[in-house]
């Protein structure tokens, strides 16, 4: 399974961007999709899931009201639509999928859980 982000780009504060994610390789069937950002000297962080198949999804609190993922399961896509921008959105964004396994928790939030990883865009938001 590869994965490839894109959408990055650079925008002013209050701009919009929608960042995709595309799947290759074997039957793609995640159980859950997600999106990390990581800024400079920061460690990787949680922003976004989605349920493959039912499409529930959970945010981080700083994100949510102005982000929203998606998923388009008949193209093997992921999306992440990120409305009124901030300075602090500026980070490498990365798309991540995890296998389905024989248990399911209600939602997964941090890196260990996720088993392959796109390659990073960059979103740059000046002030």
């Known amino acids: 399974v590869q994965l490839q982000a894109s959408g990055g780009g650079l925008v002013q504060a209050g701009g919009s961007l929608r960042l995709s994610c595309a799947a290759s390789?074997?039957?793609?069937?995640?159980?859950?999709m997600g999106w990390f950002r990581q800024a400079p000297g920061k460690e990787r962080e949680f922003v976004a899931t989605?349920?493959?198949?039912?499409?529930?999804?959970n945010l981080a609190e700083a994100v949510k009201g102005r982000f929203t993922i998606s998923r388009d399961n008949t193209k093997n896509m992921a999306y992440l639509q990120m409305n009124s921008l901030e300075p602090e959105d500026t980070a490498v964004y990365y798309c991540?999928?995890?296998?389905?396994?024989?248990?399911?928790?209600?939602?997964?939030?941090?890196?260990?859980?996720?088993?392959?990883w796109g390659q990073g865009t960059q979103v740059t938001v000046s002030s």
């Open positions: 989605i349920k493959w198949r039912g499409g529930n999804t």
């Open positions: 991540a999928a995890r296998e389905r396994r024989n248990y399911s928790a209600l939602y997964y939030r941090m890196t260990r859980d996720y088993d392959y």
């Open positions: 390789g074997r039957t793609f069937s995640p159980s859950d």
